[in-house]
Nanobody, 115 residues
Framework: QVQLVESGGGLVQAGGSLRLSCAASGTIFSINTRGWYRQAPGKQRELVAGISSGGNTNYGDSVKGRFTISRDIAKNTVYLQMNSLKPEDTAVYYC?????????WGQGTQVTVSS
């Protein structure tokens, strides 16, 4: 069983930056995909960014060029560097891990961008 713990959320002004971290612990398959999703009030959860165990990345259209996902395999940790933040980026951000057993989610961390 895998556990995910997120950190790094908070309040930031528009144009600012934040870095989210997600540490995984437990039984972790070497083949897995890590990702960040977000959910704003009244909206569906959406993909922000994903990274495979091979290092391939993909991003939601609204964050391309502003956000960067990376991972430290030795630490079982994935990061989301968020730059040029906009008020519409305000949401709860969830860490995700996909492996042969299914999906695991973190508890979520709030990101609020003020205008």
């Amino acid at each position: 069983q895998v556990q995910l713990v997120e950190s790094g959320g908070g309040l930031v002004q528009a144009g600012g930056s934040l870095r989210l971290s997600c540490a995984a612990s437990g039984t972790i398959f070497s083949i897995n995909t890590r990702g960040w999703y977000r959910q704003a009030p009244g909206k569906q959860r959406e993909l922000v960014a994903g990274i495979s165990s091979g290092g391939n990345t993909n991003y939601g259209d609204s964050v391309k060029g502003r956000f960067t996902i990376s991972r430290d395999i030795a630490k079982n940790t994935v990061y989301l560097q968020m730059n040029s933040l906009k008020p519409e980026d305000t949401a709860v951000y969830y860490c995700n891990l996909k492996d042969p057993t299914g999906d695991t989610w973190g508890q979520g961390t709030q990101v609020t961008v003020s205008s």
